[in-house]
């Protein structure tokens, strides 16, 4: 069974930093593309960046320079590096797991930047 376990949210000043985490159990994730979402109150969860198996990586444009999606597939864990916070990065952060049979989400994380 694959879980997904992230990791690293919490309350930040405007301008900060933080990493969230995202370990994976119950498969490889080197054979997936991974992915981190964000959900903001009453609203629909949005792709925040993409990491192919490759290691090739895509961002909305909202958080290109900003943000920076990596691996390790050693310890079955992604990571987003988040910088230059802003209040409208505040929201619940997911991490995805993709393969071609299915989709997996983790329980998510909470990120909240006050200004």
């Known amino acids: 069974q694959v879980q997904l376990v992230e990791s690293g949210g919490g309350l930040v000043q405007s301008g900060g930093s933080l990493r969230l985490s995202c370990a994976a159990s119950?498969?490889?994730?080197?054979?997936?593309?991974m992915g981190w979402y964000r959900q903001a109150p009453g609203k629909q969860r949005d792709m925040v960046a993409t990491?192919?198996?490759?290691?090739?990586?895509m961002y909305v444009d909202s958080v290109k320079g900003r943000f920076t999606m990596s691996r390790d597939n050693a310890k079955n864990t992604v990571y987003l590096q988040m910088n230059s916070l802003k209040p409208e990065d505040t929201a619940v952060y997911y991490c995805?797991?993709?393969?071609?049979?299915?989709?997996?989400w983790g329980q998510g994380t909470q990120v909240t930047v006050s200004s």
């Open positions: 119950g498969m490889s994730i080197s054979i997936a593309a």
């Open positions: 995805a797991l993709a393969t071609p049979q299915s989709y997996y």
């Open positions: 990491i192919t198996n490759g290691g090739s990586t």
